[in-house]
């Protein structure tokens, strides 16, 4: 079992392997409260969502993947790559209809730098025995150091439903059991660290009708959670966020991008960007000269609002 002084050596040398700037792999990967909910036009859609804007607008670099993007919220401009499979228990990661979904879709969506794993409700739901769920969970542990074994894994205790008894005798033995597990498949390269997204959760007010799924202030706590545990580990942001004059937020670069085309920082990149960046042109090349150096000549000029023109 790592000492308290050990593990946080492995905290501070894993948050120092990528350089100022880089652009992160998260793997957001679990059952439907990773995925959020089914409806495309839902108005509430994923803690994705939530952690994403927060993560871009303090100017951290990240890349959410998944092998599916699935529902495809139609009112929410962010990343949606993930691997949030509704009604899935720990089993059916390992194994499904014949098939090892888990290594399907890393293979799909390749190696993750950090995962955000959030299993085991519906483990909870089914009763499916303690032990099993445990063991499951070390299993799936270790595909992932397979797949990078200097991935950093962020374990989730797992949200509360509105049943107490499911609770009590399903969600809070399984929450306990999770640091001791998390220090028996800890390496000294790959760790593993559980997060509470458990307290602070409330399982009636911050839950849909059905009790289980979170609404949309459930999704914002939960991303709040992951923010906090996600920070220390990320490397610093390589460009403070800034609003341009005329913006009506932070600009920030879209999913999987390192470049700023989100001028305005309304969420998305369309021609009110273009007029903007031209506008305040020389706004720009002062203060956020990479960000804007679209065609990579080491300037802000006007070649590139052509450029962020011409990839519209």
């Known amino acids: ?13 894993a948050a120092l392997v990528l350089p100022a700037g880089a652009t992160v792999r998260i793997l957001p990967l679990g059952d439907s409260i990773t995925r959020g909910d089914p409806s495309p036009d839902s108005d509430a859609g994923s803690y994705r969502y939530y952690l994403y804007t927060r993560l871009v607008d303090a100017g951290y670099r990240v890349d959410f993947i998944g092998s599916t993007t699935q529902p495809n919220f139609s009112r929410f401009s962010f990343d949606q790559d993930h691997d949030g499979h509704g009604g899935y228990t720990t089993g059916m990661f390992l194994s499904y209809q014949g098939q ?3 290594r399907e879709w890393l293979a799909a969506s390749g190696a993750p730098d950090i995962v955000l794993l ?3 409700t519906n483990d909870a739901v089914w009763q499916v025995d303690h032990g099993t769920r445990l063991e499951n969970l070390a299993v799936i542990v270790r595909i992932l150091q397979e797949t990078n074994p200097r991935v950093t894994i962020l374990l989730a205790q797992i949200i509360p439903t509105d049943n107490w008894f499911r609770n009590q005798r399903q969600i809070d033995p399984f929450n306990a ?28 007010n911050d839950t849909q009708a059905d009790g289980i799924h979170p609404n949309a202030e459930g999704m914002k706590k939960i991303a709040a959670t992951w923010y906090r545990a996600l920070v220390p580990l990320l490397p610093a942001p390589s460009t403070t966020p800034f609003t341009v004059p005329g913006g009506v937020g ?14 305005n920082g309304n969420g998305r990149a369309d021609f ?15 203060n956020a000269p990479g960000a804007f150096d679209f065609n990579a000549n080491g ?14």
């Not at 079992?1 to 040398?13: A, D, P, S």
């Not at 670069?253 to 085309?261: F, I, N, T, V």
């Open 1 to 13: 079992m790592f000492t308290r002084t050990r593990l946080l050596v492995l905290v501070l040398v």
């Open 177 to 204: 059991a999770l640091p001791g597990l998390a220090a028996n498949v800890s390496t000294a390269s790959s760790r593993v660290i559980v997060v509470d997204q458990n307290s602070g959760f409330d399982g009636v």
């Open 100 to 102: 090892e979904p888990l």
């Open 250 to 263: 932070p600009a920030r670069p879209l999913p999987g991008e390192g470049l700023y085309r989100d001028v």
């Open 272 to 286: 009110a960007d273009v007029v903007l960046l031209f506008s305040e042109l020389d706004w720009c090349a002062a």
């Open 118 to 120: 959030h299993i085991g």
């Open 299 to 312: 300037r802000v000029d006007f070649a590139d609002v052509v450029r962020l023109f011409e990839a519209l």
